[in-house]
């Protein structure tokens, strides 16, 4: 799908709305889509509560940081709604009015559900139905978000899950989060990693993620290969401690975080995810179009919906993934996949431009 071409000199002003841009997929996600935008000669702008750039972004998009800590003192039950009105009231003044503006994670989501500016989409990242206790107040908070304004899933079980989650009827459709695709070419190709015939897993290390089922599977799988594991995390000293304790230390490495994970990717025999959950898994994708097969635990959502039944195993067994380790180490070809179209960067902005129609 090619992006629409800006008729009659006539580009649209886009803001991306996000906390900040830490390391993250939601975080990825805001850069790939502003550059595909900004690449058909929109105006992209990213608009951010914290002054937190960890990822590269292009010099021609321009950030503008509101600032939120000067309205923290405001007592809660009033703090959401005056914040919305000075989000509008900055971005009128440093943008100008918008023709679409995405907005993305919780903690902004809960101010720009009450903006008052025009065309405002909440776009869901995971599946929040695993995300948050399912109190009164927990569920009220969440539906005075989420039902203001109309909503996007970036996979289909996250679109599924909100309205459920909600126990109503919500306005959300489903536009799939883009890969970066000539970021990962281009980065893929700067070094080789000191590893050969290896996994590999990138995640953040979280109770979703399940390092612990993904070390203790790698450990009954008895492989020769290494386990590489990038990210960090608060569940990373556990993990490492369950290396030691099953025997596996000297044959799984953490990485840590890193800006560039491709070469990484590009190079393992397969990458494997052990998720509880996802909202769709951006490093899969990454994977699939670098031509690394993926194996997955068939948790909601994302992966089931990109691999063929062969790739994947039920949530949080062990042997059954350990089995599938073996396989893929065995014969990798037969669990490679295509990227599908609609996981391109231009393809998801064409999507995101038809909302302004």
């Known amino acids: 799908m090619t992006i629409p071409a800006n008729l009659n000199n006539n580009p649209k002003t886009i803001i991306l709305a996000i906390p900040s841009l830490s390391i993250g997929g939601a975080e990825q996600f805001v850069i790939t889509l502003a550059k595909s935008l900004e690449k058909s000669q929109h105006n992209v702008h990213i608009l951010l509560l914290r002054e937190e750039v960890a990822l590269p972004v292009p010099s021609n998009i321009p950030i503008h940081i509101f600032p939120y800590a000067n309205y923290r003192k405001i007592p809660r039950f009033m703090r959401k709604k005056i ?23 919780k903690s902004i989501d ?23 206790s399912m109190s009164p107040r927990s569920l009220k908070q969440l539906k005075d978000i989420y039902l203001s304004k109309p909503c996007i899933g970036v996979s289909e079980g996250v679109t599924a899950d909100l309205p459920t989650l909600l126990e ?18 281009e980065l893929s190709a700067l070094f080789t990693p000191p590893y050969q015939d290896y996994l590999i897993n990138v ?28 990210g960090d995390g608060v569940e990373r ?26 070469p990484y990717i590009k190079n393992a025999t397969a990458m494997v995810i052990s998720s509880d959950y996802e909202g769709l898994n951006i490093a899969m994708l990454e994977a699939i179009f670098l031509g690394t097969p993926v194996i997955s635990t068939a948790c909601p959502s994302g992966p089931p919906e ?41 393809y998801a902005a064409a999507k995101y431009l038809e909302l302004i129609d």
């Not at 000293?237 to 491709?262: C, M, W």
Request: proline share 5%.
């Open 203 to 230: 995640s953040t290390f979280k109770m979703a993620k399940r390092h612990d089922v993904l070390i203790e599977a790698y450990a009954k799988s008895n492989l020769d290969v290494d386990l590489v594991l990038v």
């Open 110 to 132: 809960q101010f720009l559900a009450y903006s008052q500016l025009d065309n405002v989409y909440l776009v869901v990242h995971n599946t929040l139905s695993k995300l948050h």
């Open 83 to 105: 914040i919305a009105k000075a989000m509008d009231a900055f971005v009128i003044k440093n943008i100008g009015a918008p023709d679409l503006l995405l907005s993305n994670l």
């Open 168 to 185: 109503q009827t919500i306005n959300i459709t489903t536009i799939y989060d883009p890969v970066d695709v000539q970021k990962a070419d």
């Open 237 to 262: 000293p556990a993990s490492e401690a369950l290396a030691k304790q099953l025997g596996v230390a000297d044959r799984v490495h953490f990485i840590g975080l890193t800006s560039n994970p491709y």
């Open 306 to 346: 990109v691999l063929p039944s062969k790739n994947l195993v039920p949530v949080g067994d062990t042997e059954a993934l350990a089995q599938k380790m073996i396989e893929v180490i065995g014969r990798p070809e037969i669990f490679a996949v295509a990227l599908d179209e609609k996981f391109y960067p231009d």
